[in-house]
């Protein structure tokens, strides 16, 4: 194997990679799309139990996938509710309203994919809007998906 081909190859270990603390939703950046030519991002989500989502909302430029690898992860696309146990994946294509909760009194972890990488910026500016004492209102979550083409359904 060529020194360039191992150079391009990205590993990201256990307890590596970028955390994004969100009130209780602990987020860790696998891939922020500068390994991908930001066609892809991926991230893994911690929820803790009883936590509430963003408010519902539609992209406009990528698609959002979600691997529950464990818990229980309630999506609300529209009016439905869908419960999503471990070994369920959810993919939300551009345009479609949806958010999503952990409505048990569990944990529960999803893996994440981005395409393209646009949204993880969303979340390291929101861990920063947080840091600046600014409230984590509905409102203010709405102004920063603004930012990266999504808008509230």
């Known amino acids: 194997m060529t020194e360039e081909a191992k150079t391009a190859v ?15 939703t602990h987020l860790r950046v696998l891939e922020d799309g500068s390994h991908t030519g930001h066609r892809l991002a991926i991230a893994e989500s911690v929820l803790a139990p009883h936590t509430q989502g963003p408010p519902q909302h539609r992209h406009a430029r990528h698609d959002e996938g979600f ?20 070994g369920t994946l959810v993919m939300v294509p551009p345009g479609v309203p949806h958010t999503f909760a952990n ?8 893996l994440s994919t981005f395409t393209p990488d646009l949204y993880v910026q969303y979340f390291r500016d929101l861990r920063d809007e947080l840091a600046a004492g600014r409230p984590p209102t509905p409102q203010a979550t709405v102004e920063v998906m603004g ?3 999504t808008d509230p359904a």
Do not use: C, K, N
């Open 67 to 86: 691997y529950i690898l464990s818990g229980t992860v309630r999506f609300t696309v529209g009016d439905e509710d869908h419960d999503a146990g471990a």
């Open 147 to 149: 930012r990266y083409a």
């Open 10 to 24: 990205s590993v990201v270990r256990p307890g590596d990679g970028e955390t994004i603390v969100l009130g209780t």
């Open 103 to 110: 409505p048990t009194d569990r944990p529960a972890v999803m």
